[in-house]
């Protein structure tokens, strides 16, 4: 019923104006909700974030590009998160787990439930898909783009948007799935031939379905570079109960 109610709640602030105080009681939520993120997610290290589809099985190759790809940047030292649910989210997650690595879900609350896949070592539930997709962002040095649909896409068009205008750091964002993002690779293309985007900006992504190709960008565009800070100094506290996800010893 909580979450039923919540979702009406999020209707009736998107539709226009409202009373001073249900605006500032809405705002109040949204805080609460980025506290809950941060709480979370502060101590899960240095991460990659892996954007994509819900709906593809672990029979389906692109399921298998994802737990791989996701099983060979975890080895760098990464932490993989994710949405948290299943499709491509599972897969990455899974790899991450399978090679001994942190594996993280930032799942959303919709009012047809979306469940948390089983391979998560951490998992935080957020209602609001604004406040994700920060928290989706704000840990994570690189960004591996996989087969989705709109909210893949949304998430993907976003964050390559605050690199291009230097809202943040010019981290490396790969798409993979090449067969599957023709059409959007020729759109990205076609931008640059009309002017709308620079072809600088062409460079910001990396296409590719080849696993050691990202490793390989990853590395050295993330670890090699002196300018990021891949640890801080920041330790839990015990008494805000706060705790660190470990990787497996192998």
């Known amino acids: 019923m909580k979450k039923r109610i ?3 709640e999020e209707q009736s602030f998107l539709k226009g104006p409202r009373a001073r105080w249900r605006e500032f009681k809405y705002a109040v939520g949204v ?5 809950k993120g941060f709480r979370a997610l502060h101590f899960v290290g240095p991460s990659i974030t892996v954007f994509g589809s819900a709906r593809f099985n672990e029979n389906h190759p692109y399921y298998q590009l994802a737990r791989n790809v996701s099983a060979e940047v975890s080895k760098l030292g990464f932490t993989i998160v ?3 649910g299943p499709g491509i989210m599972e897969a990455a997650n899974r790899g991450a787990k399978e090679a001994g690595g942190v594996s993280i879900g930032c799942n ?3 009012p047809h439930e979306q469940a948390a896949n089983p391979y998560l ?7 609001y898909f604004f406040v994700r997709k920060e928290l989706l962002r704000k840990y994570s040095f690189a960004f591996i783009i996989l087969p989705g649909g709109f909210g893949t896409l949304d998430e993907f068009f ?6 291009q205008t230097r809202k943040t750091d010019p981290f490396p964002v790969v798409i993979m799935g090449l067969e599957y993002h023709k059409d959007l690779i020729e759109h990205i293309g076609t931008m640059a ?12 992504i990396l296409f590719t379905d080849d696993v050691n190709e990202v490793v390989t960008h990853i590395r050295n565009y993330v670890l090699n570079n002196p ?7 920041y330790k839990p506290s015990w008494l805000l109960g706060e705790k660190v996800v470990r990787r497996e010893s192998k």
Request: aromatic share 4%.
């Open 6 to 8: 919540f979702h009406k």
């Open 158 to 163: 976003e964050t390559i948007t605050l690199i």
């Open 227 to 233: 300018q990021l800070k891949l640890s801080e100094a």
């Open 82 to 84: 994710t949405g948290g």
């Open 31 to 35: 805080v609460m909700q980025f506290i």
């Open 193 to 204: 031939q009309s002017q709308t985007i620079s072809a600088e900006d062409l460079k910001l």
């Open 121 to 127: 070592d951490k998992q935080v539930d957020i209602e």
């Open 108 to 110: 959303i609350v919709l």
